[in-house]
């Protein structure tokens, strides 16, 4: 008689979606950081040829997979697959996993991966966390607006984030604008995305009732573009600046890692998002490559590489 194998434990899944800029990287440096003493692998997705937010997550011990080259949703669900399942066949496999996703990807089609039978038995969806921007996300138009609602709708909680950069009126109105489209979902306010670290973990949601539906079947997201600006040479604060300023419309997100005049040793850290932006000093450059990695997301046909690359050079 052949020895029989002790059956794999089951891993849940938590998919961490939101528009562009909303803060789903703070959130998950803040889960990776946080006392829960559970061993939790990552798989990060980015929109973009420099997959910025994976170089900005910091381990701590835990599994970072990278997905590039598009978005999870669409022509990266194989890879998606096999990668989960290669978490869970892990000798000592995670005790969950955590999905980031592009801010341009929707949650549900993500979801739906979860149904592979390959993988459902291994890997259950737990559940779907939303970070809405509570100064942005109401001022969204057309298909960045729907996109967004489609993430809200999807969740099983929401998480009110940025809550210091509005008054009480704005707070009022994110409230109201998520409630609407999502008014089933557990709702939490933050700042800097930290949250009760359990909320993140043990959503028990959509494990539960299954992968959600969309009422019209699979619908295309909204198109975008993408283009990366790179640069071994130090960049002026100043002319970073202008460039930032002079930014068209059609460009709604810029980030990526900076090599700056001013802080030569020191790699630099770039979150723009519409008319905000915010540069951080972060690690010394050490022996790796100093250069610029700044990649722009915007509405299809609205990254004009050319323009951009003027206003850099």
Sequence with gaps: MSAQHP???????????????????????????????????VLVNDFGAVNVDASLLRGGGNEIVSLENGCICCNLSDGLVTSAMRLVRLATPP?????ETSGVSDPIEVA???SDPELQPYAPLDGIVTIVDAELAPTLEDQMAEL??????????????KLDL?????????????????????????????VPLELILGLGGSAARGAPASADGHRAAPAFDTWTYESLSPLPMRRLHTALSRMPRTVFRAKGLLYLEEKPEYRCVLQST?????????SPWGTN????????????????????????E
Aim: charged fraction near 25%; proline fraction near 3%.
């Design 148 to 161: 967004a609602r489609r993430q809200v709708a999807a969740a099983d909680v929401v998480i009110l984030n």
């Design 7 to 41: 059956p794999r434990p089951r891993v849940p899944v938590t998919i961490v979606t939101g528009f562009l800029g909303a803060g789903k990287t703070t959130l998950m440096n803040h889960v990776l950081h946080g006392s829960h003493g559970r061993r939790l692998a």
């Design 274 to 282: 519409a008319q905000r932006a915010a540069i951080t000093v972060d």
């Design 289 to 312: 490559e100093k250069q610029s990695q700044i990649v722009f997301i915007g509405s299809a046909g609205g990254v004009d590489a050319e323009e951009l690359r003027a206003l850099f």
């Design 112 to 114: 739906r991966t979860f």
């Design 95 to 99: 005790e969950h996993i955590l999905i």
């Design 166 to 194: 509005v008054g009480d009126e704005g707070r009022r109105g994110a409230t109201g604008w998520i409630q609407e489209h999502a008014p089933h979902a557990r709702l939490i306010e933050a700042r800097h995305g930290e």
